[in-house]
Nanobody
Framework: QVQLVESGGGLVQPGGSLRLSCAVSGSRFVTYAMGWYRQAPGKQRELVAT???????NYSDSVKGRFTISRGSAKNTMYLQMNSLKPEDTAVYYC???????????WGQGTQVTVSS
């Protein structure tokens, strides 16, 4: 069974940094495109950043220049380095892994990021 395991959320002051991690388990032969999405209370889930299997990245305008998405050396691992955090970055962050050619799309359980003084 495929699972996405997230870690790294928490409470941080404005201007601080956090690093989120996501790893796909239970899938040895498929390389996924991966991404981070977030959902704040009362709002719809929105894209934060994505990275293809080849390493091409895409960011929402709200995080461009502050967040960096990258793939780890282990297959199907991903990180999100978040710098200069703002209170409006507060949300539950979800990891996503998809392989469109195989119609596969998986989500993590979410990790809370709270930016507050």
């Amino acid at each position: 069974q495929v699972q996405l395991v997230e870690s790294g959320g928490g409470l941080v002051q404005p201007g601080g940094s956090l690093r989120l991690s996501c790893a796909v388990s239970g899938s040895r032969f498929v390389t996924y495109a991966m991404g981070w999405y977030r959902q704040a209370p009362g709002k719809q889930r929105e894209l934060v950043a994505t990275i293809t299997s080849g390493g091409d990245t895409n960011y929402s305008d709200s995080v461009k220049g502050r967040f960096t998405i990258s793939r780890g050396s282990a297959k199907n691992t991903m990180y999100l380095q978040m710098n200069s955090l703002k209170p409006e970055d507060t949300a539950v962050y979800y990891c996503n892994a998809e392989a469109r050619a195989f119609r596969l799309d998986y989500w993590g359980q979410g990790t809370q990021v709270t930016v507050s003084s």
